[in-house]
C-alpha cells in the first residue's frame, strides 16, 4: 500500500488556532436537533429541495476544503443557512464532503441572536467566526469543507427591492480559493427573499442596530408583530426553499500573474468578475424555480399528512419547542431522546417545563426579560 503524502504543516500561528475546529462544534447536538426539531420544521414549513446534488461536490485540491457559497436570503432571520445545511447534513453519509459555515461574528456575540436562546446554537452547529485568522485557518481543516455567504451582513440586510441582487462580495474568498488552488462552489438559494417579504432596510438604522448587536433592523409588515409578540423576533413565512448547484469557480485560473503581485485592487476586481457569474446564475435558478415561492397546496398537503404534530411546525410553537430541546440537552445532559412531539398535550408540558417561554408571547414588556437574558455575558464590541 503506498504511503500517503505528507501534508504541509500549517504556520505556526494557524497551527495555535486549530482548537477553533473542536471548541464548540458537538455533531450530537446537530443529530439530535436535526432529528427532534429540523426535520419537521422542513418537512412542512420550509419544504426544502436540493438541485444538482446528486453527484455531492469533491475536492479538486485533496488537501484543502472546498468554498461553498451561495447567496443570502434578504430581511430574514438565517433560516436559509439552517435548513440548507441540515438537508445536506441528511444525504450526506457519514457527513463526508459536509460544508462547514463561516459565520457572522454578530450571530455568536449575543445569546439573543441565537434562535430562541439557545446558547451557542450557531457554534455548536459547526459555525466558526468569519475572522482574516479563522478564515486562514479554516482552509487547513481535513474533515469537511467550507461554506460562506461572501455577500455578508449587507447581503441579509439589503431589503425586498434588491431581493436577488448580490452584494458586493468578500475578497477572501477569491484569494483563498487562489492561495490554496481550491474551488469555489456556488450554490444559490431560492425563494429565501420570502422569509421575510416585503421589508426594506436603511443604512443608518443598521448602523445603529450593530451596536447592540442586531445585524439589521427590517421594516416591514413584521415591526409590529415583533413588539407585541416577541417570538416573531425569530419567525420566517412558509417559503418554500431550493438550493441550487451552480457551476464551479476557478478563480486561480482567471488571473494572468504570479498570486505574489497580486494587489488589492486585483483581489477586489476579481470579486467582481466571481460576482458577476454568480448573478446570472442566480437569475436562472430564480426564473425556474422562484416563481411560486411559498405553493401555497403543497403547505396545506404537508399540514394534513403531518397533523399529529400540530402545532409544532408552525412558528408559533417554535419557542417552546427550541426551549424544550435546549434543557434536555444541555441542562439534562441528555443526548439521544425522542421529544415525543405527536403526543397530546406535549406544547403545555413544555411551556410548563419551561416557563421562560411565556416572556416570547408577552407584548413588549417580554422584551425586557428577553434582553436581560440576551444580553447577559454578552461580547458586543469586541474582537473575535
Not at 450530537?28 to 412542512?44: G, I, S
Not at 449587507?154 to 462580495?169: A, D
Request: charged content about 20%; hydrophobic content about 40%; aromatic content about 14%.
Amino acid at each position: 500500500m503506498p504511503t500517503p503524502p505528507v501534508l504541509p504543516s500549517p504556520p505556526p500561528s494557524i497551527q495555535a488556532n486549530q482548537h477553533i475546529y473542536s471548541d464548540y462544534f458537538r455533531e450530537d447536538f446537530v443529530e439530535t436537533l436535526d432529528r427532534n426539531v429540523l426535520q419537521l420544521l422542513d418537512r412542512v414549513w420550509f419544504r426544502s429541495r436540493l438541485v444538482g446534488f446528486e453527484d455531492f461536490p469533491e475536492r479538486n485540491n485533496p488537501e484543502r476544503p472546498l468554498i461553498f457559497a451561495s447567496n443570502h436570503s434578504g430581511m430574514a432571520f438565517p433560516w436559509d443557512a439552517i435548513v440548507a445545511l441540515a438537508h445536506m447534513w441528511r444525504i450526506l453519509p457519514g457527513q463526508i464532503g459536509l460544508p462547514r459555515p463561516l459565520s457572522a461574528p454578530l450571530l455568536s456575540q449575543s445569546t439573543l441572536m441565537n434562535p430562541f436562546q439557545v446558547k451557542d446554537f450557531w457554534k455548536k452547529c459547526g459555525c466558526v467566526d468569519a475572522t482574516t485568522l479563522n478564515f486562514d485557518t479554516m482552509m487547513y481543516y481535513q474533515d469537511m469543507n467550507l461554506m460562506l455567504y461572501p455577500e455578508g451582513v449587507p447581503g441579509i440586510g439589503k431589503g425586498f427591492n434588491k431581493k436577488y441582487k448580490l452584494q458586493r462580495l468578500a475578497s477572501s474568498m477569491v484569494r483563498h480559493s487562489i492561495a490554496h488552488r481550491t474551488d469555489v462552489v456556488p450554490f444559490y438559494t431560492v425563494n429565501g427573499e420570502y422569509l421575510n417579504p416585503y421589508a426594506y432596510s436603511w443604512e443608518w438604522l443598521n448602523t445603529l442596530s450593530k451596536k447592540i448587536g442586531i445585524p439589521f433592523i427590517p421594516l416591514g409588515p413584521i415591526v409590529l408583530l415583533v413588539l407585541l409578540q416577541p417570538w416573531s423576533f425569530y419567525m420566517a413565512y412558509p417559503a418554500q426553499l431550493t438550493f441550487v448547484l451552480g457551476s464551479r469557480i476557478r478563480p486561480y485560473e482567471m488571473i494572468d500573474k504570479d498570486p505574489a503581485d497580486l494587489t488589492r485592487e486585483d483581489y477586489t476586481a476579481l470579486s467582481e468578475k466571481v460576482r458577476v457569474l454568480m448573478q446570472a446564475e442566480l437569475e436562472a435558478a430564480v426564473a425556474k424555480h422562484g416563481q411560486q415561492p411559498y405553493r401555497w397546496r403543497e403547505l396545506w398537503q404537508r399540514m394534513k399528512q403531518n397533523w399529529r404534530y400540530f402545532p409544532f411546525f408552525l412558528p408559533i410553537a417554535w419557542p417552546a419547542l427550541f426551549r424544550e430541546f435546549e434543557r434536555l440537552y444541555v441542562h439534562k445532559g441528555h443526548r439521544d431522546f425522542d421529544m415525543q412531539l405527536d403526543k397530546p398535550g406535549a406544547w403545555l408540558r413544555m411551556v410548563w417545563r419551561n416557563p421562560f417561554t411565556i416572556t416570547f408571547f408577552i407584548p413588549i414588556l417580554g422584551w425586557i426579560p428577553i434582553a436581560i437574558r440576551g444580553y447577559k455575558g454578552h461580547n458586543i464590541g469586541k474582537k473575535p
